[in-house]
Each structure stands twice: as C-alpha cells, then as structure tokens.
C-alpha cells in the first residue's frame, strides 16, 4: 500500500509513547523460551519482526499465553522445555530473530530433544539476501554445526555440544556479539567476544535479568561462562528509541512543534540519535525516569529548531546504527553539509540503507552524494514527488516524516512495510498533528 504524506499547516504537539523495543522485545521471547518457568514479558512490541521470533520459539515448545494491551502485547511465556520444531522457522524480515535464534540452537546438542535434529532458519526474500557468514563462522569456531546457503538464509542449524573460546569480531554487530553469548549459554568454559566498537548492550543486561553471571570485563569485551541457568522473571519492555527518532525528527522539523516523548528506552549504547541531534543544534531536554528489566527509560521533551549539518563521527555509528535514513532526513533539510563516514553496515540492513537514501532524495531534489562507506547531504530545500522504500521500515518512514515539511506531498510506495517493526507508526503520527493518508 502506497502512504501520502502532506505538508502540515500547523506544528506538531502532544504527548506520545513509542511502542515497545524491538531489540528487546526479541530478546525477552528468546530469553524467556529458554528460562524454567512462567516469565512475564510487558509490552511486548506487536511487530511482522518481533512477532516472528516469538511464533518461532512457540514451534521450539514455549507456551505464550498473548494478550493485547495498548503497549503491544503482556505475553506469558512457559519456558524451560524446548524440542526441535516440525517445520522450518520463518524469519520473514529480521536479521536479529534468526541470528540470535542460530545462537541460542547451536549449543543445544546435548539436549536429547535436540541430538541428530537439522533446524532450518528462513526468511522473506530481503532477509535470504542478507550476510549470514557473520555468525555462522563464529559459531562454527565454537563448534556449532551451521551451513548457510551461498552465506545467506536458509541456514542449517545442527545442533552440538559447543567449547567455549575467545571471538574477535571485524564489525561491531550485536546481532553478532549476542548470537555468540546466546551459543555460549550452552558451550563449556569460558567465552569471550571483543567487538572493534562498542554496540548495543541489551544481550549483557537482559542476560543479567535472567540471573545469569556476565563479565562485562570493557565496553568491548564480555565473557560467559556456560552452564549457566536462566531464571523466570517479571519482565517490561521500554519504548523503542529508533522509533521514536521519526518523531523527534518530525517535533524538530515541523516549525512551532512541542512534543513530549514519554518511557523511551535510553540505554547509553542505542542513543547516538540524541548525540547527532545535539550535534546538529536541536533542542530537546532529556531525564531518566526509571530503571526497568536493566535498561534506564525516560522523558525526551522536544521543540523545533533550525538544524545545521554537522560530521558524524565514525564512532558514533553503532550507537546510531538504525537512526540514519532519518539522519540523513533531517540533513537533507538542515543548513550546510552533513558528512557520513564509517558507515558501510548501512549496505547490509533491510535494504542499502546509503544506495537507498541517496537514490530517492535525489528525486525530491536534495544535493547528496553517495560514498562507499557513507554519504554526503548537502541541506536545503525538499520537493515533493514519489519515492521507493525497497521494502524497508525505515526509509518508508523516514520520507513519511519529510512529506511534512517538503514543498508538496511525497507519496511513499508500499509503505506497508512499516509493519516490520512499527505498525501504529501512521495514526501515533496523525494523533500529533500530521496529515498521512493510506492510498488504496
Ligand atoms: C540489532 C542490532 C543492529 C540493528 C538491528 C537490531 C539487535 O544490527 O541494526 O536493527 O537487536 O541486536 P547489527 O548489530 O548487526 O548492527
């Protein structure tokens, strides 16, 4: 389904809270499936993605018990008793839900339910595209009988009795780094993962939560030991940061904007996005509230502000990862130059994040230019016109955001992927003031 997203006559205002983590949200089914006993996840984020992984660890044994709340869903998980499933787990489009389960299974093989199964791992046509070698060969290093097709999905998972061992990454991935501590759950002795850069850290904390023992020995250095029990527990998800970004985003560009974020996740390794604001002269004032589940969870008050464009620094990156469609977004319409460097994961996520981006604000007129581990936008004006998601969450939201404030509409085609990690995206948006209008 094609969206249409105009330009608004008056600010953008109120209250919001974004839907629950995603990053979370997946953790908390695989974590809970694996726990003895009765967790309680709350709100849980009703996402194509999230929702996948938790269907997967039903097929895997896990009772859910769903109920649908306002946040999402309040899932009551039965964990602890798990057998291969009947059928291949589909992924549909998300990498972190079958790079953390080929973790979580490759270690199960002395589990009798699991001895001489073969567990095949799919996903939709964009996922079957994606790099797999990253965490097959890892979990090949530790043991784990793994094959992935031509380095994509499917992948082939056999279960083994895994040997815990040291594992230096090349790209700081946590979606890497937590299928290598989900396998050494599992694996004896010690195992260690070293990441070039720090990334997300909700692996190390909700590990913890589970009354598992986690050495987080630096920033980019933490070790499990294996043979370790997780424990059920009371769980709560917090608000999805990379979502709320399209609506700080918005809140900054749409002139006279006042918008109060409510129970947003601000873990210190997913908050680039407020480190890039900043950098870029926005205005917003920020407090934590809460510790919940390990993650801190606060209040993000935010006005409009004229942007300038600013260099992103490489380290900056991993903290940002998912926040630059809307990165470059707002540079698009920032005064001066915003350099992006150090950024050619972008290459592999749902689509070419940096192909992507550059390909379709060229056609709304914006000076940008492509590199091979980055771009450069220079900021200025945005026409309105017709633009192409390639299937991607984010960038359909992203020039969601942009139709607000271009010169006329622009119309984003098959925009119905927002559903990946953020259904509700459209009416959260039109509650605050926007005009986005589904075409049949
Ligand atoms: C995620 C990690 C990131 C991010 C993805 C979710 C996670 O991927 O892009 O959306 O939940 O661990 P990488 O760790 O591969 O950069």
């Known amino acids: 389904m094609d969206l249409k997203s105009s330009p608004v006559a008056s600010p953008l205002a109120g209250h ?17 499936a694996l726990a003895k006993g009765t967790s309680h996840v709350r709100g849980f984020l009703d996402s194509a993605d ?192 990379s979502s709320a970004a399209f609506v700080m985003a918005a809140g900054l560009l749409v002139p006279g904007s006042d918008i109060v974020l409510e129970h947003v996740g601000l873990n210190p390794t997913r908050d680039g996005i407020l480190r890039v604001i900043d950098a870029m002269g926005g205005a917003f004032d920020v407090r934590v509230d809460a510790r919940s589940t390990g993650e801190p969870i606060g209040t993000i008050a935010i006005k409009s502000a004229s942007l300038k464009g600013h260099g992103i620094p490489p380290e900056w990156v991993p903290l940002a990862i998912d926040e630059f469609p809307i990165i470059m977004g707002m540079a698009a319409l920032a005064e001066g130059e915003t350099s992006i460097v150090g950024a050619e994961e972008l290459r592999v996520k749902e689509s070419d994040r940096l192909a992507l981006m550059c390909s379709e604000l060229l056609k709304l007129g914006v000076d940008v230019e492509e590199t091979s581990d980055g771009a450069l936008v220079r900021g200025g004006r945005v026409k309105g016109g017709v633009v ?32 990946t990690s953020y259904p509700g995206f459209v009416d959260d948006l039109n509650r605050l003031g926007a005009q986005l209008e589904w075409l049949a």
């Open 16 to 32: 919001y809270r974004p839907p629950g983590d995603k990053s979370v949200s997946h953790r908390l089914a695989l974590l809970s």
């Open 50 to 241: 999230t929702i996948a992984t938790a269907v997967a660890t039903e097929a895997l044994g896990a009772r859910i018990e769903w109920t649908r709340t306002p946040q999402g869903f309040d899932l009551v998980i039965e964990g602890g008793d798990l057998h291969a499933p009947q059928a291949p787990l589909d992924f549909g489009n998300s990498g972190t839900g079958i790079r953390l389960m080929a973790g979580l299974l490759a270690g199960l093989g002395s589990h009798p339910k699991f001895t001489n199964q073969c567990i095949q791992l799919t996903g939709d046509a964009s996922l079957s595209r994606r790099p797999m070698m990253r965490i097959v060969e890892p979990l090949q290093a530790l043991g784990g009988d793994i094959d992935a097709s031509h380095g994509c999905a499917p992948l082939f998972v056999r279960p083994r009795q895994l040997s815990g061992q040291t594992q230096t990454l090349k790209v700081a991935s946590a979606q890497v780094k937590s299928a290598i501590l989900l396998a050494a759950l599992n694996a004896s002795g010690e195992t260690r993962v070293i990441e070039p850069a720090p990334s997300r850290d909700h692996t190390e904390r909700l590990l913890q939560a589970y009354g598992v023992e986690v050495d987080r020995i630096s920033e980019t250095e933490v070790s499990v030991f294996g043979g370790q029990t997780l424990e059920s527990g009371v769980f709560e998800v917090p608000g999805d940061i």
């Open 388 to 419: 192409e998601c390639g299937g991607d969450h984010r960038i359909a939201m992203t020039f969601a955001v942009l139709g607000l404030v271009a010169q006329s509409p622009i119309t984003i085609r098959d925009a119905h992927w927002m559903q």
